[in-house]
Each structure stands twice: as structure tokens, then as C-alpha cells.
């Protein structure tokens, strides 16, 4: 068995078609097939069942793929530590972001990083809170940009910042006129407010949520989104209140812009840069972690 077989393997899982995984792989199809036929036989089972357009996994193929994943992020991190203490100054560094946060804050970080770090390459990759977590516990990020709490027991973190959480209405709203009051909007005064939210499986809508609840209220939700700033639009346009963290609110970037309001509770949430406990952090993820820190704490805490 052979560790480009594994390579292999993985690229046919993820595509589900021999000819999409030959093209990302660059190799000929029949290449990739006459090494997939070599390790099935090696191993004595099949891998993949073959269909007329995808290609499923057996069991044994399942079972395959969740230890050969294993193997190749063990080493990549091997791979990460030799080159450390070889001193290599290049580096590669995975970076797994929500795209809501990150729009705000990667413009700052990336650039800085960049500068101090040219050598080193960057790969993003944005997705929901949920499927970051579990990309970074499989090995697919070495580093995500997340928010308290984690959900995935496998993973620590570093805090990199606490933001505090706005309330968002309607410029005509009657709470309003409270834009620069030093007390705030309590919570549970919002209770018979229609709540324009986030779509499910991303962060924000789950604090959202729990707050609404710890004010002892179930928030009615009249609209949804996967965007932030539709959410906000929205919430211009009159049709119902939001939450919204202050560092997204501070970028108003849209025509229709809501008033932001102070929460009497000062309610937050706290950024993170997660990893999967106990893996190697090579000095690239860690020269990334230290940036994020000193760029968020210039920008938003002088």
C-alpha cells in the first residue's frame, strides 16, 4: 500500500466519479483506475461500488476512507514539523472561516499576516460554524476562525477577541431614538418583536436564539437568510429587529442601513481560532494565530 493510493482513494470519495478525481488529481483516468484495482486486490475487498455516472463507497470502502484520512493528516503534520525544525522559512497554512465574520475581519488579517509572512501560503476555505468544526477535527483546516461554544468535544482554541452583541432596528422604529442611550434595550423588552434571523447551522443564529430564550421569550421569526447583510437590509427596510456583533455593524456597507442600539446586558460572544486538540500547530499556524491577535487588538481595541 502505497501513500499516493491513499491520495487516490480520498480524491474518488470526495468527487464520487473516476473522471472528475483523474482531473483533479492530474493523472490519465485509466491510470487512477489500474491503481485502485491494485489496491483492492491487495487488500482483498472492493472499495467502491461502480455505477453508470457515480461511484458509492462499500463498507469496507467507508471504513477505508475514515483511516486513510487519519494517515495522510498524520503526515501532513509529520511533513509540518520536519519542515519547522529544518527551519524552512516557507510554509502552507489551512484556514477555515465563517463567511460572515471573515468578510469583516480576514481584509485586515490576511494582509498583515502577508507582509510579516510572504513566504508562507494561505488557503480559506468558508463554510458554515458546524462544518468547520468537523472539517478541522478531520485534519481539513489547520486553523478556524469560530465563535464560543465548540460543539466538536475534539477541539480546542484560542481566544482571540470578545465581541459585543447590537440590537438592530428599523430606522423608524420607536427604539430608535434610543441609538445613543448609555442604559440599552433589555432583551425582554423585544419579546413581541418579529426577529429576521439567520438560517440554521450557523453560529450567530444559535446565540441569537439562546439569548432570546435566557430572556425568557421564543423570538417569532418572520424571515431568514444565510446572509448577514440581507439580514440587515431587511431590518432597514422595516420588516422586523435582529441582532447583530458589533464588528458588522461597524461595517455598514449596504444603502439600507438600521440603527444600531446598545443591549442593556451587554451581551457578547467570544472569537476563537480552533484546532483539533493534540495536533501539531506548525510555526506557520502559530505566526497566524499571533497575527489575528495583535491586527484584532490595533483595529477595534485602541
Not at 529544518?86 to 489551512?94: C, P, T
Not at 445613543?180 to 446565540?207: A, M, N, T
Amino acid at each position: 500500500m502505497e501513500l499516493r493510493q491513499l491520495q487516490y482513494t480520498l480524491q474518488i470519495a470526495e468527487e464520487r466519479n473516476f473522471s472528475r478525481a483523474a482531473d483533479k488529481l492530474h493523472i490519465a483516468q485509466p491510470s487512477l483506475s489500474q491503481q485502485l484495482s491494485k489496491l483492492e486486490q491487495e487488500l482483498g475487498v472492493k472499495l467502491f461500488q461502480r455505477n453508470t455516472s457515480t461511484v458509492e463507497l462499500t463498507h469496507a470502502g467507508a471504513s477505508f476512507i475514515e483511516h486513510a484520512r487519519k494517515i495522510m493528516d498524520a503526515v501532513q503534520q509529520l511533513r509540518q514539523e520536519m519542515d519547522d525544525i529544518s527551519q524552512l522559512r516557507a510554509g502552507r497554512v489551512v484556514i477555515g472561516s465563517m463567511p460572515i465574520t471573515g468578510s469583516h475581519l480576514l481584509p485586515y488579517v490576511l494582509p498583515a499576516f502577508n507582509a510579516a509572512y510572504p513566504d508562507i501560503q494561505v488557503t480559506l476555505l468558508e463554510d458554515t460554524s458546524l462544518n468547520l468544526e468537523k472539517l478541522t477535527a478531520g485534519g481539513g483546516t489547520d486553523l478556524s476562525l469560530l465563535s464560543l461554544p465548540l460543539q466538536e468535544p475534539s477541539l480546542t482554541y484560542e481566544p482571540i477577541g470578545e465581541e459585543i452583541i447590537d440590537l438592530a432596528v428599523p430606522p423608524q422604529h420607536p427604539l430608535a431614538a434610543l441609538e445613543s442611550s448609555s442604559d440599552g434595550v433589555s432583551l425582554e423588552q423585544l419579546k413581541d418583536e418579529p426577529f429576521i434571523v439567520l438560517k440554521k447551522g450557523q453560529g450567530f443564529r444559535k446565540l441569537t436564539m439562546d439569548l432570546c430564550r435566557g430572556a425568557g421569550f421564543e423570538p417569532n421569526v418572520v424571515f431568514e437568510s444565510n446572509n448577514i447583510e440581507t439580514v440587515q437590509s431587511l431590518v432597514a427596510a422595516g420588516m422586523g429587529i435582529t441582532l447583530v456583533p458589533r464588528f458588522i455593524a461597524r461595517a455598514k456597507r449596504s444603502e439600507l442601513i438600521p440603527v444600531y442600539i446598545p443591549l442593556a446586558s451587554s451581551p457578547s460572544r467570544t472569537l476563537v481560532i480552533a484546532y483539533r486538540r493534540g495536533r501539531y500547530l506548525s510555526k506557520a499556524a502559530e505566526a497566524f494565530i499571533e497575527t489575528f491577535k495583535t491586527t484584532l487588538a490595533q483595529r477595534y481595541n485602541s
